[in-house]
């Protein structure tokens, strides 16, 4: 059925858009979270349609938790960082360009 357990005007793509406005406005981290955050809606959404286990559910929730309680604030940071830089980089450099780091 791939998802429908919740109305499609509160979809888990709202939210995703709404984390590209944070993180235009400045804050990375918040904006990962809400892209989490909507990502662990979609999962609940397609296991509550039946379109995945109890279990994958389960872990979906896990790595969420693991991630967010876990992990100290400047992890967090840090790994946002990275994530855009490398971002960045592909879409300002060809494949041959970044074969090796520049540093």
Not at 8 to 14: G, H, K, L, Q
Request: aromatic fraction near 16%.
């Amino acid at each position: 059925m791939s998802g429908g357990h919740f109305d499609c005007d509160f979809s888990y793509n709202r939210l995703y858009d709404m984390a590209d406005k944070v993180e235009i406005d400045g804050d990375p981290v918040f904006a990962d979270f809400l892209r989490d955050v909507s990502q662990l809606i979609h999962d609940y959404d397609w296991y509550r349609s039946a379109d995945t286990s109890k279990e994958e559910w389960h872990e979906s929730r896990r790595n969420f938790i693991q991630k967010w309680k876990n992990t100290p604030f400047e992890e967090l940071a840090e790994a946002s960082i990275k994530k855009r830089v490398e971002k960045m980089f592909k879409e300002v450099f060809t494949p041959e360009d970044i074969r090796e780091p520049w540093w």
